[in-house]
């Protein structure tokens, strides 16, 4: 059996083992570590608006353990809040694209739009998804004034889902 070799914590002096992942007496993360700024990444373009980013990229946590949440115009991250935005949790004040979105538009797993919603579940004036709550909703069930479903085809949905389809193609250029 070998000895393991220890240091003093960098925050309260107290001998740590040189592997600890935490400090047992003062809850420094990596005590060991001369230096600690957190885990994962943090990026902010030079260009900014209004004291906000252009771009700001964040993951992980910050060196007291708070989770890094990208704030900018465009915000990409884990937690992000942003005009654009790109996470796993955020709020996209224009357009948000992730696995739960809050937003103006929103393409997500979790979709909670004000115009436009596209996701498992999804909300919206218009939404799309497997369970919609919508104006007009195109969905396998949901709750829509104007609901084309696998139970209930309104006219007045399937006529605009099928114009919407229409414009799309016309945009794109789609034969």
């Known amino acids: 059996m070998g000895t393991e070799s220890l240091t003093k914590c960098r925050d309260c002096n107290r001998q740590v083992s040189l592997s600890a992942r935490i400090c047992p007496q003062c809850g420094a993360p990596f005590p060991a570590r001369a230096v600690y700024n957190g885990s994962g990444i943090e990026w902010k373009s030079r260009a900014a608006f209004y004291g906000y980013p252009l771009v700001h990229i964040a993951f992980g946590r910050d060196k007291k353990g708070k989770l890094r949440v990208a704030k900018g115009i465009i915000a990409i991250g884990q937690f992000a809040v942003g005009l654009i935005t790109f996470a796993q949790f955020g709020i996209g004040v224009v357009f948000g694209f992730g696995q739960f979105i809050a937003g103006f538009t ?39 004034k104007y609901l084309w479903s696998t139970d209930r085809q309104d006219t007045e949905a399937v006529e605009f889902f099928l114009n919407l389809y229409q414009y799309i193609k016309t945009i794109f250029k789609i034969y």
């Open 106 to 144: 929103a393409i997500s797993q979790f979709a909670i739009a004000v115009a436009f919603g596209l996701g498992q579940f999804a909300t919206g004036h218009i939404a799309i998804g497997q369970f919609v709550a919508a104006r007009y909703g195109l969905a396998q069930t949901g709750f829509a």
